[in-house]
């Protein structure tokens, strides 16, 4: 399903976009994330906690098999991925919300993953050869973090260099993700013809349902709803190149293309289901903002 090439490419990627994510970075941002921590905690149980639950209702209501399972379940255990950011930016949402739960869920996920991975794959009742050790899940993580580290620290020592990676690793990591499509989707139209509606299902659903109920869940809590939008585009918007690595890294063979099916969907059509909901938020970012325009006005005439 992927080349050597590509999965070396696809390891390359994950370091770019997380020295790129450390370089959008300050202390000062963690700071402040602390000090008003409501929104990042309201995303973090949006991330780690509809996700992976969302993954395994679907696996069981779908009745999948252990490979596609595991898949499944993995995608939905992913931290937030940077292709958030782009979405909430042109949807007009809260960037600096954005990548904040970005980043945090990344820190986290180095402990959360690894835990729920294992909590809902025991739940599933999958047995050891179909389950992704939490070591291997871990070591990627771990490793990942140096780059974002690197990145914090550059954009600490100068901000211009650190400013010019962070557009360098968003660009770098925009054009990888094209190329694998393009390059994948011709090698593997077949697969994608004889593949069952519901594995097309589970990967898309995944994405569109987490977006819908971390709406519903943010504003439940409060959050208004242009906050709500930018939380909601960080839970349907998983790390799919993630997800990827870690198979390519733990399965081999026919197992390892049957592992990879759903993470490898579900990145490839979450950018077209993000697209289709970024377009819905900004006009009504646009129409809130207007509306607030109005009222604005309208308290100045009767002044």
Known sequence: ????????????????????????????????????????????????????????????????????????????????????????????????????????????????????????????????????PAGNVAQVLFVLLIPTVIGMTLRKLNPNIGATIELLGGFLGVMVILFLVVTWIPRNYMLLATTPWYVFFAAIGLGVFGIALGYVLARLLKQDPNRSRTIALETGIQN????????????????????????????????????IVTVFFRRKSEAEALARDRAKQGSVMAS
């Open 240 to 275: 799919g190149p993630l997800a990827v690595l870690i198979v390519t890294l733990t399965f081999t063979g026919t197992m390892q293309q049957e592992v990879l099916l759903i993470p490898v969907l579900y990145s490839l059509f979450i950018v077209i289901t993000s697209s």
């Open 1 to 132: 399903m992927l080349t050597d090439f590509e999965t070396k490419l696809l390891g390359i990627m994950m370091i770019v976009i997380m020295l790129g994510m450390g370089a959008s970075l300050t202390w000062r941002d963690f700071r402040i994330a602390f000090r008003k921590p409501k929104g990042v905690m309201v995303g973090l149980l949006c991330q780690y906690g509809i996700m992976p639950l969302l993954g395994f209702v679907l696996a069981k209501a779908l009745d999948l098999s252990p490979a596609l399972t595991v898949g499944l379940i993995l995608m939905a255990c992913m931290p937030g991925g940077t292709t958030s950011n782009i979405f909430t930016y042109f949807s007009k949402a809260v960037l600096a919300l954005s990548i904040m739960m970005t980043s945090m869920s990344s820190l986290v996920a180095l402990g959360m993953v690894p835990a729920l991975l294992e909590f809902y794959s025991q739940l599933a009742g999958l047995d050891s050869g179909f389950k992704i």
